[in-house]
């Protein structure tokens, strides 16, 4: 946070002071309370009154059911239980079933698979976009904001749509694709082994880059244009303005979109069932798929649970790589 | 090593921006002939969804042509005296969860910026686990607990659930928003004998505008397409948002699309104004006049 | 067995709304035996999965007037039809199960093996004269948990038009299924359109060619079996039928034949609405071709039954159970079956039902010699029916050879 904290003009000492986080100090100097030690007791608690809602919101809304997760992990939970509301503990016996099932080393490749190439894409087609529409041309802020639909569409009917565009014999995109001679036969996006994964990535890339252009341009639009002007006077401009000026500022903002896009695609459940239901023969069955397989249409939910656990943990590595890189950003 | 550059150093950022990357060319109206080209690719899906829905016969993947060539409103008829309820309902529902996530998460993005409070990197771990967790676990978790509570089939109990998963997206992304603020705007109303509060209401905030938005319009895109809540947490039909009402075309062996195209192109309407309205405060940065 | 405080908000409301003193069946802690038949029921509670018209108007309007006879009021919750063995299990777990359950039939054993359904026996009902199929399904280690007013198979329907002119006639065995199949397949028009979606659906659209040869779901990894596999896998790979059976549902299956894309189908009775809508459509239905002449053609039994499930009110429980009796009377029967395709359950009825609805003759038919799907695995069923659309799409889509394929599904 300190390297964007700099600012062109002067004060820096201040903006020093009050980076270290002395708020007890300011209030000193404010000299707004008289004894010091209650000034400091008041302003901390005010300070987390800023805090508490939020976080007794996560609480009751997340710390639950997360627990609840965890532990289900380690049941035999099916649709006895619900009723019974016994569910007998059996240790890590689920993890090791769901583990050496024949689909799970398949499932686990398709995960990656899935998530690296939609980040991939999303973002990197979303900076384009974003990097685009920086500049301002007419209509540049309504042709924006329709970039958005994608997302206010209801999933099951994305879902339906992309289908139809898909389809083998009648799909827009093959008829498309024929009548453009780009192609001899038509390919069967959702009823080939090798090719359903790529299309479920395409849809799911179409989804994400309304998310990541937004983001991502909002963040491009805070950054001063006086840091562009100035460096224009040095000398640098388009790919070295990009490196020296507009990365580093934006990193807060990618590091966001990265970690949110990756653990929100990790949860991905409703286009892939909406598209191909994890298959067609399990090509494109990932961790989230097949956890909602076990939990809802087999009921077995404590397999479901141990799945969507390790999944969880997944998303955690991440979020803890984040979280290092962000401290890192911040020391620097 | 431009021209541009040396003829016009101090040039306000208006009209004219100089580009970070891109082949140098200037805005106009050939960039909007090229977004226009992108967005006609982007979005020939929403295409697709609106020639669906004028189709005659129910639609279907199988008989569709490229243009509606005789179209029909059947669809959008049933659409409307069937969801018109539904529709306000979203309505109610998204905006009431905007207001209390941004209320929620906007203090507590700013506290976790700028204050020094300990397990700051616990929290935001907690706030990242939170969006690992699959909806319909929480969903399921909430049903018990709604059911006790008597907060099945209402607003209220819809607007807190949904907001779920708005808040700690707020959170997240106001955090990394806010962390952009230069202190000293902040050291500034301090000595002007500013306490916390205040300084957060009439200094931090108003320069955030464009944050704020940003996350406001997330959360409600994240309620007005949530599916999740709005199933497992009502049981009648007395307050049905429209993501749940557009089920009652989809059966089990029978499917009428071109009702389902209409009211997803119906439920998309609203939002898409709202939208346009807001992309007016995303659109200028607001640090930039703060320095000035 | 119902936790105190966790009643339903309606029972409260009701207590306060009734002069007498209901506080004894009512209040919290449920009324197990304590308030015997002393309270009048006033209402009950009702959920099933019809939550589209037609059967949505046609199940409110039989739902009331059963309620009327017996003098209660309906409260109907009508879910979508994935999402009622969610809401099942939640209302089990949080104690709100409704006072009527409707379940589609192979739903029943995993339900009644919870414990959370009530023998219908307690109330006297049974269901003789019942074929036989649909008793088995509703039935759980012996005791009767549900009855099933109407129920339907599926059947191969046929484009009159196209077969006359192309003078084919109705196949009635595979070999004849498949030189038909070819020789109506031209340009964009498949001969023959089938589900084998990677869902229960698949599964089902597949049982009648692995029964009718002798397969069995106990092992699929048979001969018998993989032979009916190899068939569907020759439709594909000889061009008769599209690549994309791997990713329709029967609705999709509709739509290409409705649009003419397909000569043959395999689908059920509860699309006559929709066909009959288009113009210039003239089909038929026949019984699904068998492997050899002579052989019965075995389809699956679908349908839904309704059952009472535990709520701990002995005079609820009573009171639903008549509505389901007055569900699966004589005359409601023959009006479900009338108004939704289907075929009622109790053989008596058939010879008059074929009377009033002739173009329900061919599924009749096949209802006389059809099969339950949880006959013999009871709960055990939804794990093979996963295996067998498993091994059904590893050699459609996966390109395995059909024996490999269903002896992979089998070993899990």
Known sequence: ?332 | ?292 | MSRPGARPRTLRILAGACALPLALAACGGGSEGSGGGSSTVKSLRVLDYYSNEPDKAVYQKTLEACGQEIGVTIDREAVPGDTLIAKVLQQSSSKTLPDVLMLDNPDLQQIAATGALAPLSDFDLSADGYAKGVVDASTYQGKLYGLQPVTNTIGLFYNKKLLAAAGVKVPTTWDELRSAAKTLTRGDQYGIAFSAINTYEGTWQFLPFMWSNGGDEKDIATQQTADALQLWVDLVKSGSASKSVVTWSQADVNDQFKAGKAAFMVNGPWQFPVLNEVSGLDYDVAVIPVPKAGMPSVAPLGGETWTVPQTGDASRQAAAAKVVACLNSDANQLALGKARQTVPTKTALLKQFVQENPSMAAFTDAVQTARSRTGELGEGWPKAATKIYTAVQAAMAGGKAPMAALQQAQAG
């Open chain 1, 1 to 332: 946070m300190t390297d964007i904290q700099t600012p062109v003009g002067g004060g820096r000492t201040f903006a020093h002071r009050w980076q270290r986080g002395a708020a007890g100090k300011s209030s000193g100097r404010g000299a707004r309370r008289a004894p010091r030690w209650s000034g400091r007791r008041r302003e901390r608690v005010g300070q987390l009154l800023f805090l508490a809602p939020a976080v007794v919101y996560m609480l009751v809304f997340y710390g639950y059911p997360v627990v609840k997760n965890v532990v289900m992990g380690f049941q035999e939970y099916t649709t006895r239980t619900f009723f019974t509301g016994e569910a007998p503990w059996v240790g890590l016996a689920n993890y090791r079933e769901v583990m050496s099932s024949a689909i799970f080393g398949k499932a686990v490749a398709n995960t990656v698979l899935f998530t690296v190439g939609s980040i991939a894409g999303q973002f990197t087609v979303g900076l384009l976009i974003a990097l685009f529409f920086h500049r301002r041309f007419p209509w540049s802020g309504a042709l924006r904001s329709l970039l958005l639909l994608p997302w206010l569409i209801p999933l099951i009917v994305t879902g339906a749509v992309w289908k139809w565009i898909l389809d083998q014999d009648n799909g827009a995109l093959n008829r498309g694709l024929r009548a453009l001679h780009l192609v001899d036969t038509m390919p069967g996006w959702l009823t080939s082994t090798s090719l359903a994964l790529v299309a479920v990535v395409l849809v799911n890339i179409w989804i994400g880059i309304p998310f990541n252009v937004t983001i991502l341009y909002g963040g491009l639009q805070d950054i001063p244009e006086e840091l562009y002007e100035a460096a224009a006077l040095d000398g640098a401009t388009g790919w070295r303005a990009f490196r020296y000026i507009t990365w580093p500022l934006l990193r807060p903002v990618v590091g966001v979109v990265l970690v949110l896009g990756v653990v929100y695609t990790l949860r991905v459940l409703d286009i892939i069932l909406g598209l191909t239901g994890g298959g067609p023969a399990n090509a494109t069955q990932t961790l989230a798929t097949q956890s909602y397989q076990l939990s809802f249409v087999e009921f077995d939910f404590g397999q479901g649970a141990a799945l969507g656990n390790l999944l969880v943990l997944v998303s955690l590595l991440c979020a803890v790589i984040y979280l290092r890189a962000n401290r890192r950003l911040v020391d620097e």
């Open chain 2, 1 to 292: 090593m431009t021209s541009t550059g040396r003829l016009t150093p101090l040039r306000p950022a208006t009209t004219w921006r100089r580009r970070s990357t891109g082949a140098g060319h200037t805005g106009g109206w050939g960039s909007t002939a090229v977004a226009v080209i992108l967005l006609s690719v982007m979005l020939f899906p929403v295409y697709w969804m609106v020639n669906v829905s004028v189709q005659p016969g129910g639609g279907g993947a199988v008989a569709t042509t490229w243009l509606p060539l005789h179209p029909d409103l059947s669809g959008y008829g049933k659409a409307l005296s069937d969801q018109g309820p539904h529709l306000v309902t979203s309505l109610v529902i998204s905006l009431g969860s905007v207001v209390l996530s941004l209320l929620i998460a906007a203090p507590a993005a700013y506290a976790l910026v700028r204050f020094r409070i300990p397990f700051i990197q616990l929290i935001l771990l907690g706030i990242l686990v939170s969006q690992m967790v699959p909806g319909i676990v929480v969903a399921n978790a909430l049903y018990s607990a709604y059911s006790d509570l008597g907060l099945l089939n209402s607003t209220v109990g819809l607007i807190f659930a949904d907001s779920s998963t708005g808040i700690p997206f707020a959170i997240l992304v106001l955090r990394a928003f806010l962390a952009s603020v230069p202190g000293e705007v902040i050291e500034a109303a301090f000595v002007d004998g500013a306490g916390q509060l205040r300084t957060f209401v009439s200094v931090v905030l108003p320069m955030s505008r464009n944050a704020l938005v940003t996350a406001g319009l997330f959360t409600f895109l994240f309620t007005w397409s949530d599916f999740l809540f709005a199933l497992t947490l009502t049981t009648t039909e007395d307050v049905r948002p429209v993501t749940l009402g557009l089920y009652q075309y989809i059966g089990s062996y029978v499917q009428d699309w071109s009702a389902v195209m209409a009211t997803a192109v119906m439920a998309s309407v609203p939002a898409v104004v709202l939208l346009l309205v807001a992309q007016k405060y995303v659109a200028t940065g607001t640090t930039a006049g703060a320095l000035k």
